[in-house]
């Protein structure tokens, strides 16, 4: 598919970096120097091949000619440190690692901790900053013969955030993934003319899917940011005219908040997403009064890859909403003996679609629990209307019992969000020596504000049981590469 969309447009800007174009004429050629080093290295149909790459160029060829070879990518955030790194590699059972060279120790150490192999396995690729440079110096006449992958073979190991738990490797398919992006490309209309804003990691299906891939196979310009700074990507979307914003809440939140010296032209976006996680409706109108549009939540996990998107033209009217299903995926709410559940009711969520994994590969409990009866069920508690949008209320597993009430922190961080103090919040149950659960909310603030200050402007608002009774004030919030909030790291008292 990437040799066909570059057929199509080669000389259109597939990459912007550095304040280069890198066009699809390059962008193949650099496929090709990478085919060749993995074919000296006996990549073949199956071979597990780490990237640890931070957005760029090098990702982006790297990823393909991977697929190209017929193995296996894991994609890994280079932020990750050697014993992490390790653990994945070992249970991936990676061949090779494909990294840049200040990634070089870390990425050594953890291939011989975890898999006993050496720096051989460790392969250096240049970040080229300007289109005469190669990835690589051995650019092949012609490219690696590619293997014949199987379309239900494995394409990617991905893995869960890990949040509430070990990380589950998820394996998904050269299918799974062309079937999502072709729907995604459909749904969001994306073509030539869109220049792509590639703020979320690659390693992670969010920036993977929504930005890299589906920029790439639909013929756009994707302009990655190695590490988001909010005026630093402000600046992009203006100068690059961006049509295209995939991000995750607390990007957009920052964005809302920040103060220009000189005010800044938006003008060009059409659509901005948000994933990862819930984006609170106050965070879309504030950016909304800032730049004049609104940001649009999209639903998705790791398993299943994009399920739904709010593309309502009535936006304000479904903040909540996460959209409708992508075409040829379905969503049904299930009770708690999973039977399936009239529109209006509450449960948990479950897709079926030909875009998800099929189970956790060596994780058989796991698997019989999530993946059933041609459904994956999230862990998600949400409702959809008579029209079909969806809405999600919470986690199954982050439910608080106050007293033998359930109390959902997500409405209560959405009431907390809205005073005038708050920046960001998270709100997570700490245990008592009861046997139940304190509400505890953990703030950082964007003005100095007192715990008497959060307490009152709950109550009367919510039951008083819902009202938090520990507010810890912090700097900033621990959050995975993603934006995704560690919560189980705020269930302790002391600040972090």
Known sequence: MLETTAQKFLDHPAIIEHGHVFSYRWLVGAVHAVTALLGETGVGLGTRVAL???NGAAFVSSFFAVTHMGGIVLPLNPSLQEPEIASVLGDAKVSLVLTVPEMRDRCVGALRSSVGLGEDSVILLKEPRHPSEALEERIP?????????????????????GSTGRPKRIERSHFNLLYETDRLIAALRLSPSDRVLGAVAFSHTNGLMRSMI?????????????????????????????????GVPFMFAMQAETRWTRPVDFSSLRLCISSSAPLPPEISRRFYERYGIHVRQLYGTTETGTISVNLSPSLEDSLHSVGTPLEGIDVEIFSEDRHMLAPGEVGEIGISSPAAAKEYPGLLRESKAAFCNGYFFTGDIGRRDD??????IGRKSLFINRGGYKVNPYEVEELIQKHPKVREVVVVGVDTEYGDQKIKAVIVPSKPCEEREIIEFCRGKIADFKVPSIVEFRTQLPKASTGKILRRALQTSAPG
């Open 52 to 54: 640890v790459l931070p």
């Open 141 to 161: 006449a012609k490219p690696w013969p590619p293997e014949r992958a199987v379309p239900h073979g494995p394409a990617v190991y991905l893995y869960s955030s």
């Open 214 to 246: 589906a920029s790439v196979l639909s013929g756009a310009t994707l302009i990655p940011v190695r590490h988001f700074e909010r005026r630093s990507v402000g600046r992009i979307i203006q100068e690059h005219a961006v049509t295209v914003f995939v």
């Open 387 to 392: 029209t079909g949008r969806i809405y999600l």
